[in-house]
T-cell receptor, first 114, second 111 residues
């Protein structure tokens, strides 16, 4: 019974390239949350998705960032034209319904922009 | 923004000592969680408290939710090196879809 799977674990991109981060939720989970962690800022909410729907993207930067959770396949967090400030750890969490009592997180993707 | 402040930010203690970590806010939360995160890994949920005044115990860890549901504490008895990690509290507001995370307490237990 695999947990939340994120890949890649580490991703290096040059400024201006695109970054694609993948998240496969736990089996039976249809709700996915993306968070970003910066060293001095803690975990910040980005987006909440259900299958094929974005429920809440209030934490997503208005430009360059997008997320999807298709009917088939993993959830994808896409960052276009990356800048150095995008360097961070990105975590995905899943739940079987709206998470009221806590998340199961993946191990994260550490993005480094050079 | 519903801020959760954790204290202390850093804590280094000897094996066998006791410690308490605090999580405070001016906001009321419907539930509050504690997580532990190790380097290079995602946070792992330790406990969720829901009722004001609630106390939960997990082996040597004791979690308490404040009566007004604005704050929480984590007490560790006889700390062990395996307790080393970043401890995060997170609050779920009454409305909305996100949890608000504190900035964490980095605990080091020295053998």
């Amino acid at each position: 019974n695999a947990g939340v799977m994120q890949n890649p674990r580490h991703l290096v991109r040059r400024r201006g390239q695109e970054a694609r981060l993948r998240c496969s939720p736990m089996k039976g989970h249809s709700h996915v949350y993306w968070y970003r962690q910066l060293p001095e800022e803690g975990l910040k909410f980005m987006v909440y998705l259900q299958k094929e729907n974005i429920i809440d993207e209030s934490g997503m930067p208005k430009e360059r960032f997008s997320a999807e959770f298709p009917k088939e396949g993993p959830s994808i967090l896409r960052i276009q034209q990356v800048v150095r400030g995008d360097s961070a750890a990105y975590f995905c969490a899943s739940s079987p319904a709206r998470a009221n009592y806590g998340y199961t997180f993946g191990s994260g993707t550490r993005l480094t922009v050079v | 923004t519903q801020l959760l402040e954790q204290s202390p930010q850093f804590l280094s203690i000897q094996e066998g000592e006791n410690l308490t970590v605090y999580c405070n806010s001016s906001s009321v939360f419907s539930s509050l969680q504690w997580y532990r995160q190790e380097p290079g890994e995602g946070p792992v949920l330790l406990v969720t408290v829901v009722t004001g005044g609630e106390v939960k115990k997990l082996k040597r860890l004791t979690f308490q939710f404040g009566d007004a549901r604005k704050d929480s504490s984590l007490h560790i008895t006889a700390a062990q090196p395996g307790d080393t990690g970043l401890y995060l509290c997170a609050g779920a507001p009454n409305t909305g879809n996100q949890f608000y995370f504190g900035t964490g307490t980095s605990l080091t237990v020295i053998p």
